[in-house]
Structures are given as structure tokens and as C-alpha cells.
């Protein structure tokens, strides 16, 4: 059963545009939401996580809106430059609880090319 | 600094030969992963150990087994591999309840 939809599966951005990925959930005991980037051949890398006791967190040119009685989590890129090509995933996981039921879900991934 | 060490970065094996694929950690995290990521797919959670406790997801293969000698190091033994278990093999690890995961550079197996 996937808990974690994402999408869209692919995205093409103009350098300088915004790059919006959006994520849904469906296991309310999710209380972690990391996005991690991923370039080829490379492992994934944490970019940036929110907890839903806030509705948003920024850092840098990254933003994560995050709207709780939805169930709905997205990435916003400001500024999307070419070094932002990468797939991106999206993920939940139960905070704090470290047993067999709270490893990482991922969403599907979401392959962004920003073009020049 | 390297702080998730996955070798080798690219393996070849034959098919139905024994591969073992190693992850060594110098962050002291009690808990680790292994994860399977094919080509344009999510990565999907084989195992892990919590410290010494080992959790093995309920559809992951009987053809693959996971080693935890010691704290730094996990390694994870394909017994018998298929075509089908040509993948991005992916080690992880996190200090535990309330931190985020580690994610290593991965090993590319190909089975031939």
C-alpha cells in the first residue's frame, strides 16, 4: 500500500522559475517529513524536513508548506537554477519512535530538469 | 568527511553467485538500513537493525540476509542473485529516535 503519493513524476523549469512538488499522506501517526535530493549515481541527501506543528519552514531557496488537516506536504524551489537537477523525494515517517513500524516511507520521486 | 561508506561502488556479479555489499559508518548511529533502489524508483527498505535487534521487512526476499558485527559496520549477502536484483543498494543510518537519516553513495549491482 503506498502511503506517500507524490507528484508530479516529472518536471521541466526555465532557470529562475519555481519548482513545486507536492506529496500526500495518508497515515495520520506520520510526524516527520524530510525531502531528499538525489543525483545520479548518488546516494539520497536530507534537504530539508518539517514537523507538522508548523505550517512552513524555509531554508535558503527552499521552502516546505506543510497543511496538516489535508494531509498534503510540498516543495517549493525559488530561484531553480540547472544545479537543482536531481530526482527529489518526498517521505514520512513517525518521529521520535524508533520500532519496526516508524522506518521511512518515500513517495515515488519526482524527476525536476531545470533548463538553462 | 565520508561519514556513510558504501563498497564497492560498483559491483558485478554472476548470476546465482554470492555477492556481499559492505556500509561502514564513522558516526557512532546505533541504527542502520539497507535499502534496494531500482532504476526511476523509490528506494524500498530491505532491513534494519537497531542496534543489535534486527527487523526484516515482511517482503523482502529469503535470498537476501543482512551481517551486523559491530556497531560501524552492516553488510548485507545476496545469496543467489537473479537479474531481478540488479539495483542501487543503499545503506543508511541514523542516531536514532528523533534524528534524521544518513544516506550513503550506494553500491551499483549488476548481475550478469
Known amino acids: 500500500q503506498q502511503q506517500v503519493k507524490q507528484s508530479p513524476q516529472s518536471l521541466i523549469v526555465q532557470k529562475g522559475g519555481i519548482s513545486i512538488i507536492n506529496c500526500a499522506y495518508e497515515n495520520t501517526a506520520f510526524d516527520y517529513f524530510p525531502w531528499y535530493q538525489q543525483f545520479p549515481g548518488k546516494g539520497p541527501a536530507l534537504l530539508i524536513a518539517?514537523?507538522?506543528?508548523?505550517s512552513e519552514k524555509k531554508e535558503g531557496r527552499f521552502t516546505i508548506s506543510f497543511n496538516k488537516s489535508a494531509k498534503q506536504f510540498s516543495l517549493h524551489i525559488m530561484d531553480s537554477q540547472p544545479g537543482d537537477s536531481a530526482t527529489y523525494f518526498c517521505?514520512?515517517?513517525?518521529?521520535?519512535?524508533?520500532?519496526?513500524?516508524?522506518?521511512?516511507?518515500f513517495g515515488e520521486g519526482t524527476q525536476l530538469t531545470v533548463n538553462p | 568527511d565520508a561519514m556513510v561508506i558504501q563498497n564497492p561502488r560498483y559491483q558485478v556479479t554472476q548470476f546465482g553467485k554470492p555477492v556481499t555489499l559492505s556500509c561502514s559508518q564513522t558516526?557512532?548511529?546505533?541504527?542502520m538500513y539497507w535499502y534496494q533502489q531500482k532504476s526511476s524508483q523509490a528506494p524500498k527498505l530491505l532491513f534494519h537493525?537497531?542496534?543489535?535487534?534486527?527487523?526484516n521487512e515482511a517482503d523482502t526476499p529469503d535470498n537476501f540476509q543482512s551481517r551486523r558485527p559491530n556497531t560501524s559496520f552492516c553488510f548485507l549477502d545476496i545469496r543467489s542473485p537473479g537479474l531481478g536484483d540488479a539495483a542501487m543498494y543503499l545503506c543508511?543510518?541514523?542516531?536514532?529516535?528523533?534524528?534524521?537519516?544518513?544516506f550513503g553513495s550506494g553500491t551499483r549491482l549488476t548481475v550478469v
Open positions: 517521505a514520512a515517517r513517525r518521529w521520535g519512535e524508533e520500532t519496526s513500524g516508524s522506518r521511512l516511507t
Open positions: 558516526l557512532n548511529h546505533n541504527v
Open positions: 543508511a543510518t541514523t542516531r536514532g529516535p528523533g534524528y534524521g537519516y544518513t
Open positions: 537493525y537497531y542496534d543489535k535487534d534486527f527487523n
Open positions: 518539517i514537523r507538522p506543528d508548523v
